[in-house]
């Protein structure tokens, strides 16, 4: 068989390129371990969640996405790396959440710069493919806050005391371009033991920016205890308004039981429960210069069951919820706010 030279040629330059790139990855394999070498190699997950909902106040039905979420993560040197997270379909939205550089100068000690998630409360930290019920909780009403700024977390050598702290615009995330004279302020600590994790926190923010709202100070105390495999969690955040407005409050306690099984479509069942309640209270911002009560007081019972096909991290679940809702003496909320069943599945890859 006659080879042609020019065959020849390229087949000599291919091989001494993949011998320089090899002789490269050996130079730096001799400098990391193999387990550092995986790290610069970017990773991706995604967050898929479908429900169906039939109110059972007025007997409306609907389907929704409440999220098509995708990320990426990874390091580009040994002590900096990133994460991006979009959510392409949340309720029919497309939402930019965290875009953000993470340094670690010292053991134990991370700096976050970009949009991010404000440290507080603990039911508004918890990632959507990990909820233990299909709605989030009602306290993340009053805690779940994402914003442009920095923020550093700190696990205190050799002990289980994490701390996390840091300072925000007080505008919205998706607007970074305004000037802030008024910024939120958050701060975070836990404390974590065999099998009980006590958390505390504090936030304080002007919602909109000073001139747009009043501020707002909310402390927040938690408890996380599991055993085997019952989890049993609880949560409770008082708010004070700086403005002509009553100090409101929120609560949550919530337990989830689970067994394994051996179905062709789970590998663990749970039962889950949770009783919680808001009072009556305000987002915080001035409508035509008065605080608006926007926050209606109300109560709510939720009873489920969760079926899940996991392995490791990656889970496929199956949800059934019921949400009973309790006004007392307050006008009822809106068709998201009332009584319903809710039916669906979360995926996480």
């Known amino acids: ?36 070498v995986w790290k610069y190699i970017p990773t991706f997950h995604g967050t898929l969640r479908a429900f169906y909902q039939q109110s059972t106040t007025t ?21 900096v790396d990133y994460f991006m997270q979009v959510d392409f379909c949340d309720r029919g939205k497309i939402k930019l959440l965290d875009v953000f550089m993470r340094a670690t100068p010292a053991t134990g000690l991370q700096v976050y710069l970009g949009q991010m998630r404000v440290p507080f409360s603990v039911e508004s930290s918890r990632v959507p493919h990990l909820y233990y019920f299909a709605d989030v909780g009602l306290v993340a009403l009053y805690g779940n ?17 994490y701390i996390e702290a840091g300072v925000f615009n007080s505008t919205d995330m998706a607007d970074h371009t305004r000037w802030n004279s008024a910024f939120t302020y958050a701060v975070k600590a836990n404390y974590k033991f065999d099998y009980l994790t006590p958390e505390i926190a504090f936030m304080s923010r002007v919602p909109g920016g000073k001139g747009a709202g009043c501020r707002i100070n909310q402390l927040d105390a ?29 609560f949550s306690i919530f337990a989830d039981y689970g067994w394994p099984v051996k179905w062709r479509w789970a590998n663990r069942v749970s039962v889950q429960s949770r009783f919680e309640g808001v009072t009556a209270g305000s987002s915080g911002q001035y409508v035509d210069g008065v605080l608006p009560q926007d926050i209606a007081a109300r109560r709510r019972l939720t009873v489920g069951a969760t079926t899940s096909l996991s392995y490791q991290k990656l889970h496929f679940d199956f949800k059934v919820n019921y949400e009973q809702y309790f006004y007392g003496h307050d006008p009822e909320g809106s068709a998201d706010d009332n009584s319903k069943l809710v039916a669906g599945a979360v995926l996480y890859f």
């Open 222 to 250: 938690a408890l996380q205890w599991r055993c085997g495999e019952l989890y049993v969690e609880g949560e409770y955040i008082y708010r004070h308004y700086c403005g002509p407005m009553k100090n409101s409050q929120a």
């Open 1 to 36: 068989m006659i080879l042609n030279l020019s065959t020849i040629t390229k087949s000599l330059v291919a091989g001494l390129s993949l011998l320089c790139a090899f002789g490269v990855s050996a130079t730096e394999a001799d400098s990391a371990s193999h387990a550092d």
């Open 59 to 79: 007997g409306d039905g609907r389907f929704i996405i409440r999220n098509a979420r995708l990320s990426a993560g990874g390091f580009v040197l040994p002590r």
């Open 145 to 161: 806050l994402r914003s442009v700024g920095v923020k550093a977390g700190y696990q205190v050598s050799k002990t289980p005391l």
